[in-house]
């Protein structure tokens, strides 16, 4: 099983909006909704931010929205703030109780 | 304090073997299932493994056969158990707990390091 695909880095502004993509095949993103968006920042653990492809934990700022469309999920940071730079992981079930995580983006805010 | 902490990981040669732990805290640890995830160094994310609340055991190809995940409920604790390592094992391993609706990691500990070098 190959990883998801995932840009490897995007850079934003303060204020600024940037997408961040997600691609799988149709036995993974394109078959399920069960996809799901983690922010990591070094040394610490994992966030969950975005859910079921587009809903959000309790606490978890509005400004993270996530959609998807066919075999590829996105998740939106909208309002860009210097603690948003981290990692972003977006993982998906891929059917018989496995699981696949995307290489990762790294976000840079300038 | 809802929480997972993770603890095992140290240097070890290649063909050995390595226990890894996670405790749970603040949650009814029974009824969750639970998972590992690996990060190598510089690289993104695995998922490793995964037990459900009746004991069934998932494994990714990378590790099926040499890995075994296990649970003590009494004990609120599980654990990966790790034998014939390889040089590509070494990665920070993450314990994690599958949210009730089983669509997302909603817990997560903070990573525990394994080296596997000779």
């Known amino acids: 099983q190959s990883a998801l695909t995932q840009p490897a880095s995007v850079s934003g502004s303060p204020g600024q909006s940037i997408t961040i993509s997600c691609t799988g095949t149709s036995s993974d993103v394109g078959g399920y909704t069960y996809v799901s968006w983690y922010q990591l920042h070094p040394g610490s653990a994992p966030k969950l931010i975005i859910y079921d492809v587009h809903k959000r934990p309790s606490g978890v700022s509005n400004r993270f929205s996530g959609s998807k469309l066919g075999n590829t999920a996105s998740l939106t940071i909208s309002g860009l703030q210097a603690e948003d730079e981290a990692e972003y992981y977006c993982c998906s079930y891929a059917g018989s109780s496995l699981w696949m995580f995307g290489g990762g983006t790294e976000l840079t805010v300038l | 304090e809802v929480q997972l902490v993770d603890s095992g990981g140290s240097l070890i040669q290649p063909g050995g073997s390595l226990r890894l732990s996670c405790a749970a805290s603040?949650?009814?640890?029974?009824?969750?299932?639970m998972h590992w995830v690996r990060q190598p160094t510089g690289k993104g994310l695995e998922w490793v493994s995964g037990i459900d609340t009746a004991g069934d055991t998932y494994y990714s190809g990378s590790v099926k056969g040499r890995f075994t995940i296990s649970r003590e409920n009494a004990k609120d604790s599980f654990f990966l158990q790790m034998n014939s390592l390889r040089a590509e094992d070494t990665a920070v391993y993450f314990c994690?707990?599958?949210?009730?609706?089983?669509?997302?990691?909603?817990?997560w500990g903070q990573g525990t390091t394994v080296t596997v070098s000779s």
């Open positions: 994690a707990r599958m949210s009730n609706w089983l669509d997302s990691f909603d817990l």
């Open positions: 603040g949650f009814t640890f029974s009824t969750y299932d």
